[in-house]
């Protein structure tokens, strides 16, 4: 059996689609692709949900052929993979993608620029590559449009460029702040550029999507790469602990509360997550912003004490206390991350921060790091310098 997926962007279809069509035994599509496309005579399959699909074609025999209609190209994102997986090999005619058309539009080049679906997936994970990139490119879906990424990203300096129905009657394209996203209906299909600045344009690069991760500097930097107040900051032999615990990635929400000079905050948006840094102390918030600002990463700062400031924050998936009472690590513990981790340095603070953990479901583990680092003497030689020992206690669900 012989399988041609077929895109469609609006425009003539391409090359050899319609001898493809004109020998179909059945053509397969959504509806208005079926209506613009379809041969009369051939039989046609309405597609939505893809297992009747995938049974229909199953269903025909090895000298009969059958066509795919799917937008743009079908092997950006697209049913190309599902029938692979299926076991049916395919020929592809691909047409132009609707990120590459939305950039076409914009008048952007767009090989910095991160793609993500939102197709059958947390929709969470979208946003927060969009909090935590300059420039993502979001295919959406219904109950995933540019409402909700507008809805998503209140308090992120961002703007939308949401393009509807391109190719077709309808196609617009328009440029809003989130704000004015969340309120407003949208025309599907839509595809949508979240950018930090719109006007910027980008250093060429050499990988597509921007600079792989993780950075080549690596990570768990050392102390001098921060600004900071008399070494009040998380030690760097900690922060590699911490990071391997809290897991930061591309797709993840971090708090880093109580984040002082926010090397935690820094270095778990150097490795793609999304991440908000909470600060009461206003010399300490100045040297927050710095930080980031010199490391290249969007660090969300919001000055406040804990926990009156965690209460309108977005879910995190993992939260880092680096500072703050019992009263701080319950509400952390309460705000629906899958990992806890609390840096300690005050022994008599371990059980009640383990039985909070606990009583909010998390199972806990604990380690004493006590680093002892090489240091030059006058003479040449070296000595060993201790550092403060520090306590971590690491919740997971």
């Not at 004015?180 to 949508?192: F, L």
Request: aromatic letters at 2%.
């Amino acid at each position: 059996m012989a399988v041609t997926v077929i895109g469609v962007d609006g425009g003539a279809l391409p090359q050899g689609a319609e001898e493809a069509l004109q020998s179909a035994r059945l053509v397969i599509g959504g509806r208005r692709h079926l209506a613009a496309h379809a041969p009369a005579h051939v039989r046609t399959l309405e597609l939505g949900a893809l297992e009747p699909a995938l049974g229909a074609l199953g269903a025909l025999t090895g000298a009969e052929s059958a066509v795919v209609l799917a937008s743009g190209d079908p092997g950006f994102f697209g049913v190309l993979r599902a029938l692979r997986e299926r076991g049916l090999r395919c020929a592809v005619l691909p047409a132009t993608s609707s990120v590459a058309r939305l950039m076409a539009r914009a008048g952007r080049s767009w090989d910095d620029v991160a793609v993500v679906s939102a197709h059958g997936r947390d929709l969470r994970q979208a946003i927060n590559v969009c909090r935590a990139r300059p420039a993502v490119a979001v295919l959406t879906a219904p109950g995933a449009g540019p409402a909700q990424l507008g809805s998503g990203l209140d308090g992120w300096r961002r703007t939308l460029t949401v393009a509807e129905d391109l190719g077709g009657e309808h196609e617009s394209v328009v440029t809003v702040d989130p704000a004015e996203a969340a309120t407003r209906t949208w025309r599907e299909p839509n595809v949508v550029l979240c950018q930090a600045d719109p006007d910027a344009v980008p250093a060429r690069g050499w990988s597509a999507g921007g600079e792989p991760l993780p950075p080549a500097s690596g990570w768990a930097l050392p102390e001098d790469e921060f600004s900071h107040r008399d070494g009040m900051i998380t030690k760097s032999e900690v922060r590699a602990v911490a990071l391997a615990r809290l897991a930061p990635r591309p797709g993840t929400l971090v708090w880093d509360v109580g984040a002082g000079s926010g090397s935690v905050a820094v270095e778990c948006a150097r490795l793609g997550a999304a991440t908000i840094a909470v600060e009461r102390d206003e010399a300490q918030v100045v040297r927050l912003i710095t930080n980031a600002t010199g490391h290249g990463v969007d660090v969300r700062v919001v000055e406040g004490a804990a926990p009156q400031a965690l209460r309108e924050l977005p879910r995190p998936d993992a939260v880092f206390v680096g500072g703050g009472g019992s009263e701080v690590v319950a509400a952390c513990a309460h705000a629906g991350a899958e990992r806890v981790v609390v840096a300690l340095a005050a022994l008599d603070r371990i059980a009640g921060t383990r039985d909070a953990l606990r009583a909010a479901g998390y199972q806990v583990e604990g380690v004493q790091l006590a680093a002892a680092r090489l240091a030059e003497l006058p003479d040449g030689s070296s000595r060993l310098e201790g550092t403060n020992p520090v306590v971590l206690l690491t919740g997971v669900r």
